[in-house]
């Protein structure tokens, strides 16, 4: 099995449409929204989630600003949100009006802490969440187009989501799982921080020895690089 294969088999087994739903119709319920629920209430879960997404993308990024009563629902739609290529639709606009920080920090909270499904959302919600951001794109961007360079400043973030995924690792007993958080993780040694360097060698131990293929070959791609 591929990687791709292993990625859409773990979409297909992980979906929570009524999850989803959920997530979707709390957010369109706090932006005022909830006719939108009403006239999709006949359709199935997923439809409904999807339509309800689709309806709020627009004013979530139109918005100068978000209520604090916003940011957990953003969250967990964005990691429910089943659909790699949609998840964009909340991860953005929290990004723009909550901070790249405050979002990533939430993602790996979601990765320490949450379910399997959970923690696959946090990894596709984790590659949204580094979307550029431009002045131009959300009023929430910054007064007059300035923006708090403190609201983005993430490298400790990132770190604490190296090792996060380190761990999550050690601890799966689920191939898909293990995929997930070690094939997404970076190769070269320079990426880590001095002080996860003892963490990431007994982790490419372990992936050699992997009966997994793809995480032996991710292993390999690691020692080539040596620290």
Known sequence: MNENAVVAEDEQSGREPGSFLKCAAEVARLLGVEDVAMDVVMKPDDRRARLLAHAVRKPLLERASLPEELFAPLMAAAVYDPDPSFCRWFVEPAVYAFGRRRVMTALVDYLRTGTDAERA?????????????????????????????????????????????????????????????????????AAYPPRLHKLLESTLASAQAHPDQHIRRWAAAADQDAV
């Open 121 to 189: 959302g946090a990894v596709r919600a984790w590659y949204c969440a580094h979307v550029p951001l431009r002045a131009d794109r959300s009023p929430a961007y910054g007064t007059g187009g300035v923006r708090d360079p403190a609201l983005d400043e993430s490298q400790d973030i990132k770190d604490a989501w190296l090792e996060a995924s380190i761990r999550v690792f050690a601890q799966a007993t689920d191939l898909r799982m293990s995929h997930r958080v070690l094939l997404d993780l970076p190769t070269s040694r």
